[in-house]
């Protein structure tokens, strides 16, 4: 008399047959042991997702219930300031080969302009500030690499700090 199991096992179904040893002894699987992939389950065949939806569970992290704090802020921000940079580099280069003028020309040209002062120191700051919110945001990251600033007092506190650096610096750099 053979006895049949089955289980789930990593999300397959397998049969187990075990047949009675010799001479009244228990149950044994040494030889006699059919392993039998079976077909899943109609209930079984969902994915990830649906499974998800039946119980009611969110998507995770999803936008809609992620805070979005200080310190996500700052991180995207240094993402986008380092585009930023990388976009006035590229302006720069290429603008030097394909251009048929010096870079004191086209100053020349923006002072002609007759701009006003809080117009033009705006426009200085706006060109200023991804720079100087990189550095400040990279001095930053460098003090993390030493493992010193990573309570989240202190991450908060340096974010803060950061950005009241950036300001700073940009104000002066536009004021030039």
Same mark, same amino acid.
Request: charge should be positive; glycine fraction near 8%.
């Given at each position: 008399?053979?006895?049949?199991?089955?289980?789930?096992?990593?999300?397959?179904?397998?049969?187990?047959?075990?047949?009675?040893?010799?001479?009244?002894?228990?149950?044994?699987?040494?030889?006699?042991?059919?392993?039998?992939?079976?077909? $899943?389950?109609?209930?079984?065949?969902?994915?990830?997702?649906?499974?998800?939806?039946?119980?009611?569970?969110?998507?995770?992290?999803?936008?809609?219930?992620?805070?979005?704090?200080?310190?996500?802020?700052?991180?995207?921000?240094?993402?986008?300031?380092?585009?930023?940079?990388?976009?006035?580099?590229?302006?720069?280069?290429?603008?030097?080969?394909?251009? $048929?003028?010096?870079?004191?020309?086209?100053?020349?040209?923006?002072?002609?302009?007759?701009?006003?002062?809080?117009?033009?120191?705006?426009?200085?700051?706006?060109?200023?500030?991804?720079?100087?919110?990189?550095?400040?945001?990279?001095?930053?990251?460098?003090?993390?690499?030493?493992?010193?600033?990573?309570?989240?007092?202190?991450?908060?506190?340096?974010?803060?700090?950061?950005?009241?650096?950036?300001?700073?610096?940009?104000?002066?750099?536009?004021?030039?």
């Amino acid at each position: 008399m053979a006895l049949h199991l089955t289980r789930a096992i990593c999300g397959r179904s397998l049969a187990l047959q075990l047949t009675p040893g010799r001479l009244g002894s228990p149950l044994i699987a040494s030889r006699s042991v059919v392993l039998k992939s079976m077909p $899943p389950k109609a209930d079984e065949i969902q994915n990830h997702d649906e499974k998800n939806a039946k119980i009611g569970r969110p998507l995770s992290p999803h936008i809609t219930i992620y805070d979005f704090g200080i310190t996500g802020t700052l991180s995207i921000t240094h993402r986008i300031t380092g585009m930023a940079l990388a976009g006035y580099m590229a302006a720069l280069g290429i603008g030097a080969l394909v251009c $048929p003028h010096d870079f004191s020309y086209y100053i020349d040209v923006v002072e002609s302009w007759k701009l006003s002062a809080p117009t033009l120191m705006a426009g200085k700051f706006i060109l200023a500030y991804p720079f100087t919110y990189h550095l400040a945001n990279g001095m930053r990251h460098l003090l993390w690499d030493t493992g010193k600033g990573l309570k989240i007092k202190e991450v908060y506190s340096t974010g803060y700090a950061m950005l009241a650096v950036s300001v700073t610096l940009a104000a002066i750099l536009a004021a030039m």
